[in-house]
């Protein structure tokens, strides 16, 4: 069993269940295994979301509606699998829900992330803060990735609860004031969308995601955004078999992933952010990019 260094202790901020594995899946696994300390926040159990096949196409949003208590398990099925034992549901199981995709009425619902009054979850998110004292914070950008809501209100939660966690006035009730040295955005670079294109038309897949221009795509950065880029290859057979123990949400096919809107992509073990508190640091590799979170600290 791996013992825990606390002197590094990386917090990630994701919005539902699978999120975390898809984005940053290698990256955990691979502190994780390393000793440092990794906790995983989760803003919603995902109730909204589309499910993949029809074992559990029972349990959707608005029939049986029992998703959200499935994603659970999935989820802590999936941490067990990358080796994060400190994963944490914000507020609590079922505190705020999915809010579902940008502009359907789920975005309505007053129990929804996306209706939260922000500083409830900052709230909720700063005592964790305080009590895990993490150095690094990893989340979404100010799109949230791809303008998905809850995404758009993880990243606004995860950058307010750091700086009121930093604040000595802010409710001494939930802890001593910590702040995060170093903040990053999840990235997926232009180019390394390009390359997954060019892999996936080379073994013949002819869908529409070959014909598309990451140029295009909301959640494609510029190349000269991204400042970090974790090189975890070794862990990709877990990040595989944790983006199947979220089998409502993903199938797992020969080392590529398709998710319920059948958006293929090939599964990596490079894992690209953009740092947007604290300094670049440590090994710069051939490409110019920092290789450790936790560089500098």
Not at 63 to 76: P, Q, V, W
Not at 112 to 128: E, K, M, Q, S
Request: hydrophobic share 40%.
């Amino acid at each position: 069993m791996t013992s825990i260094d606390t002197d590094r202790r990386l917090l990630l901020v994701h919005a539902h269940p699978d999120d975390e594995t898809i984005g940053s899946g290698a990256t955990m696994a691979k502190y994780a295994a390393e000793g440092a300390r990794v906790t995983l926040v989760t803003c919603t159990l995902g109730e909204e979301g589309e499910v993949i096949g029809d074992e559990h196409a029972h349990r959707v949003a608005h029939l049986e509606d029992s998703l959200g208590e499935h994603r659970e398990i999935e989820l802590a099925n999936a941490m067990e699998i990358l080796g994060v034992a400190d994963h944490r549901l914000l507020g609590g199981a079922g505190r705020y829900r999915d809010s579902g995709m940008m502009g359907v009425p789920d975005n309505d619902d007053p129990d929804c992330f996306w209706r939260a009054d922000l500083l409830a979850p900052a709230a909720d998110l700063v005592a964790i803060i305080r009590e895990v004292r993490p150095q690094v914070l990893v989340t979404y950008d100010d799109f949230g990735g791809y303008g998905h809501p809850d995404h758009i209100q993880a990243h606004r939660v995860a950058t307010y609860a750091a700086a009121l966690a930093a604040a000595p006035s802010y409710r001494p009730d939930l802890g001593l004031p910590w702040e995060i040295s170093k903040v990053y955005w999840m990235a997926f670079p232009k180019s390394v969308i390009r390359r997954g294109i060019a892999a996936l038309t080379a073994i013949g897949d002819t869908s529409w995601f070959t014909t598309l221009d990451p140029d295009d795509l909301p959640f494609a950065c510029e190349d000269e955004a991204v400042t970090t880029v974790i090189n975890a290859e070794p862990y990709v057979d877990r990040k595989l078999a944790a983006m199947g123990a979220h089998a409502t949400q993903i199938s797992v096919e020969d080392g590529f992933f398709a998710l319920s809107n059948s958006l293929g992509s090939q599964a990596m073990g490079l894992e690209y952010f953009r740092l947007v508190r604290g300094s670049v640091a440590g090994e710069i590799d051939s490409e110019g990019y920092e290789t450790d979170l936790f560089a500098g600290l």
